[in-house]
């Protein structure tokens, strides 16, 4: 089955500056790998996706990358503001489940 | 559309006793899911469901059990709560049929206290 391991698990980063995550995962029939944020005591909500048959896809501040020979995908927020500190979640989509890394607790520091 | 609905939001247990958590959705979502989070373990997959009358395992089934007997309803069910189920718990759905994979949408989770 799908496993998907994401690093780093906490991540410090000046305002202004970019943050990557980034995430491996191990079947390689899984052809949909989505990003979600979650709020301290909210639900995660999904912040981008990227499919198989592409290799990368932005949104404004926000990109994520995927190589498929490697199979690992990573997440880029440029430009940080205080409101992107939250926990950040990656995801792998294979046959029928979908498996999600640890998490990422990301800082922004002012 | 209300979405995907959890209750109850808080429930406090006894060790050995049983319930239900409740999840229903009005989106036509076909794929069901439940998850329990716990502090530095990510999102973990229970029992999911691809359609009515379907269920199977994920990750970390044992102790609860599910059915499907309707597309809108997935309601878990703890048979003897253990302290190790303490966790919240999170409900998710999607439109995704036959590996035409697209975004889970969540209910606002369900706080569960065995003690």
């Known amino acids: 089955g799908e496993n998907v391991e994401q690093h780093p698990s906490t991540l410090s980063v000046q305002e202004g500056d970019s943050a990557v995550i980034k995430c491996t995962y191990s079947?390689?029939?899984?052809?949909?790998f989505p990003w979600y944020k979650q709020e301290l005591g909210k639900r995660p909500q999904l912040i981008i996706d990227i499919r198989s048959n592409v290799g990368e896809k932005k949104d404004q501040r926000i990109a994520v990358t995927l190589n498929k020979t490697a199979k690992h995908f990573s997440l880029h927020i440029t430009e940080t503001q205080p409101e992107d500190s939250a926990v950040y979640f990656c995801?792998?989509?294979?046959?029928?489940?979908?498996?999600f890394g640890k998490g990422t607790r990301l800082h922004i520091l002012p | 559309n209300a979405g995907v609905t959890q209750t109850p939001k808080f429930q406090v247990l006894k060790t050995g006793q049983s319930m239900t958590l409740q999840c229903a959705q009005d989106?036509?979502?076909?794929?069901m899911s439940w998850y329990r989070q716990d502090p530095g373990m990510g999102l973990r997959l229970i029992h999911y469901s691809v359609g009515a009358g379907i269920t199977d395992q994920g990750e970390v089934p044992n102790g609860y059990n599910v059915s499907r007997s309707t597309t809108e309803d997935f309601p878990l069910r703890l048979l003897s709560a253990a302290p190790s189920q303490t966790s919240v718990y999170f409900c998710?759905?999607?439109?995704?049929?036959?590996?035409?994979?697209?975004?889970?949408?969540f209910g606002n989770g369900t706080r569960l206290t065995v003690t």
């Open positions: 079947d390689s029939a899984s052809n949909y």
């Open positions: 995801a792998g989509w294979g046959d029928d489940k979908i498996i």
């Open positions: 989106m036509n979502h076909e794929y």
């Open positions: 998710a759905s999607s439109y995704s049929v036959l590996g035409n994979n697209s975004p889970l949408h």
